[in-house]
């Protein structure tokens, strides 16, 4: 795999993951939705749909059950952190969510791609492993 095959995968994954995320939360925002509520919708249906994307395109890995559980698991760490971002430049910095949602999911970009990564391809890497000591 070329070095920048897999930063630019995760990219395309993300800005798909990232888009629908955003339109999840200002929709829910312009029909008077709270964003803590727009979160959790957005929250399921990302997860299932970054999940299938990041398996079999991201990373080109085998998905499994304990893979996803993982990878949910990992984004489930996004809820909290958004909702302090989504807090903090809304109801703090009154800020239109419009504006916030997209500046909360930049700044998460890193913790995504290191998560994603560590659920998904770990699994694979432990089933790899544990395959090749079977005698």
């Known amino acids: 795999m070329k070095a920048f095959a897999l930063p630019a995968r995760f990219v395309v994954v993300g800005l798909v993951c990232a888009g629908l995320h955003n339109a999840i939360v200002i929709a829910g925002a312009w029909a008077h939705v709270h964003y803590v509520i727009s979160c959790a919708v957005s929250y399921v249906v990302v997860v299932g749909v970054g ?37 903090l430049m809304c109801d703090v910095g009154g800020w239109p969510v419009a504006l916030a949602a997209p500046i909360a999911t930049v700044l998460m970009v890193g913790w995504n791609f290191l998560a994603s990564r560590w ?6 890497q432990a089933a790899n492993s544990a395959i090749s000591r079977s005698p």
């Open 51 to 87: 999940f299938a994307l990041h398996a079999g395109y991201t990373f080109q890995q085998q998905p499994s059950l304990q893979s996803f559980l993982r990878y949910a698991l990992s984004m489930a760490a996004n809820y909290p952190f958004t909702l302090a971002l989504l807090f």
């Open 119 to 124: 659920a998904i391809v770990r699994s694979s």
